[in-house]
């Protein structure tokens, strides 16, 4: 998929993910490295006994951290940043999240993107924005739905972007 190609999708399906299957040792990696270590994610025993899942469960976060992950796989990388070249993608947030269902370990998620609007802000700055889905294979009700807000950096766009301090 080009930028051109994108752009032309607005209002339409720009893709949608290969499926990942979620694993104990993905939700435990998750945990570890977010210091987020907890009975309902990292014990599986005690979920048997208590959760009203009966397993674990992987982090809402973790499935909002895989969103990048399932947009390079729906449109090919588009979005990624190289070193060879001087563009780069920012995430510039959310306007709308919810963390409808779990994602259960040994569950298969993907996520499908529609371009909803992408607005050139400034030279060099494109803001595209997405409303997403991410399923969960055999369940009705998706993991996660929002409104994902990415900004593309080029050209005069990165001279432009700045921290304040």
Known sequence: MTFEEFKDSKGKLVGSSDWLKITQA??????KYTHDMEPMHNNPQWCKENSPF???IAYGFQTI???THFMNSATNSLF???ESELNFPLNYGFNRL???????IEDRIRAHFVLVDFEEKSSGKLLS???VTVEI???E???LKCEWLIYWISGDGRNTVSIKK
């Not at 919810?98 to 259960?104: A, E, G």
């Open 141 to 143: 009700q998706p993991a």
């Open 54 to 56: 009966g397993k674990t």
């Open 137 to 139: 294979e055999g369940e």
């Open 26 to 31: 993905d939700i435990d990696g998750f945990g």
């Open 129 to 131: 924005t997405l409303d």
């Open 98 to 104: 919810r963390l409808i269902s779990p994602v259960k």
């Open 80 to 82: 990624e940043g190289t």
């Open 65 to 67: 951290s895989l969103l």
